[in-house]
């Protein structure tokens, strides 16, 4: 089996790896007590509401606007981020493994934490949204079909090629009249 990992330079008190795999994010719940895709779907989220923000407001300024050059305020972002969760994200993921194939952080959360300016926290939320993001699984791997066709007549939640949308044969067939 492959090494399901990915690795992100970063800048710390030298040049570093965060790793992005199991073992990090294991690491990030355990030493932060939050939950890992809590923080990153949050993470995602407050990006893709700023840049969704910020495409309306050139829309509604300029209609025609170029809506690959969009600028947006860095600090709308960061003013919904938590920065204690930055903190242990990357400590977490930047660890390092023994000649016994075990990981090793080199970093405390304190440590990492000295090295990390304000200036840094935008370029750095990037790099861990592109690890993770690298890191997760495509539709395919995750067995995700197609958009699902239109439904035959009868049989609920059943698509006409027989699979019920998410990839997957349905394990229970209902017919409609049953529920009528």
Same mark, same amino acid.
């Given at each position: 089996?492959?090494?399901?990992?990915?690795?992100?330079?970063?800048? +710390?008190?030298?040049?570093?790896?965060?790793?992005?795999?199991?073992?990090?994010?294991?690491?990030?719940?355990?030493?932060?007590?939050?939950?890992?895709?809590?923080?990153?779907?949050?993470?995602? &989220?407050?990006?893709?509401?700023?840049?969704?923000?910020?495409?309306?407001?050139?829309?509604?300024?300029?209609?025609?606007?170029?809506?690959?050059?969009?600028?947006?305020?860095?600090?709308?972002?960061?003013?919904?981020?938590?920065?204690?969760?930055?903190?242990?994200?990357?400590?977490?993921?930047?660890?390092?493994?023994?000649?016994?194939?075990? !990981?090793?952080?080199?970093?405390?959360?304190?440590?990492?934490?000295?090295?990390?300016?304000?200036?840094?926290?935008?370029?750095?939320?990037?790099?861990? +949204?592109?690890?993770?993001?690298?890191?997760?699984? &495509?539709? &395919?791997? +995750?067995?995700?079909?197609? !958009?699902? !066709?239109?439904?035959?007549?009868?049989?609920?939640?059943? &698509?006409?090629?027989?699979?019920?949308?998410?990839?997957?044969?349905?394990?229970?067939?209902?017919?409609?009249?049953?529920?009528?």
């Amino acid at each position: 089996m492959p090494i399901a990992e990915v690795h992100i330079p970063v800048k +710390l008190d030298r040049e570093r790896t965060m790793i992005f795999n199991l073992n990090t994010l294991s690491r990030f719940q355990e030493t932060s007590g939050l939950f890992y895709f809590d923080f990153i779907t949050n993470l995602q &989220t407050t990006f893709n509401d700023v840049v969704e923000n910020a495409r309306r407001a050139a829309l509604a300024k300029n209609p025609g606007a170029d809506l690959r050059t969009i600028l947006f305020n860095m600090n709308d972002v960061l003013k919904h981020i938590d920065l204690r969760a930055i903190h242990h994200l990357v400590a977490a993921a930047v660890h390092e493994y023994d000649s016994d194939d075990n !990981p090793v952080w080199p970093l405390t959360v304190g440590k990492v934490g000295r090295y990390i300016s304000t200036i840094d926290v935008y370029p750095l939320v990037r790099k861990i +949204l592109d690890g993770h993001m690298q890191n997760a699984p &495509t539709p &395919t791997e +995750l067995g995700e079909a197609s !958009p699902r !066709p239109a439904a035959k007549p009868g049989v609920a939640g059943e &698509t006409q090629n027989g699979s019920n949308g998410n990839g997957g044969v349905p394990s229970l067939e209902l017919v409609a009249a049953d529920f009528t």
